[in-house]
């Protein structure tokens, strides 16, 4: 009987599972478990210099309102998306003015009015239809007014 050994249970083939962590975003939680471990295993004898554990802390309190503007930030935009329809409600029986798009065939500086008649909310996006059943964004409105009574 040889004594021969097997190839595969070699080192140099050898090759460690690739080790996979969840999230690749640190947030405040990881900070801190980070900042608690490094204070446990610290070296009794040469312990971490109070600049440092201020400096570290202060980074950690940065981070924690820098988080909490974000999700505030956040809640503002969301509910100032929800409530773009009833300001622009406001303009149903007045007199808007636009500017058409530059690739239309009239050139005139003057911009163009209506009446608006209802006011439509589509893909968080604003559009208002006019008496003359004319659709225009909310983005284009240049000008608001109440009309004169001639006009109606």
Sequence with gaps: M???????????????????????????DDFLKILL???QNQDPLN??????????MASFSTLEQIT????????????????????????IGKKVYWEEDSDETDTSDTPTSGIVKSVLQKNNEIFLELEDGKMISGKQIIKVETPTEEIR
Excluded: W
């Design 2 to 28: 040889a004594n021969t050994i097997d190839s595969s249970l070699l080192l140099s083939n050898y090759k460690p599972p690739e080790r996979q962590t969840g999230n690749q975003i640190l947030g405040k």
């Design 37 to 39: 471990v490094q204070l």
């Design 47 to 56: 312990p971490m210099e109070d600049k440092e554990f201020i400096a570290q």
């Design 68 to 91: 909490n503007m974000a999700t505030e930030l956040e809640q503002f935009i969301q509910l100032q998306n929800e409530n773009a329809i009833l300001r622009y409600s406001e303009m």
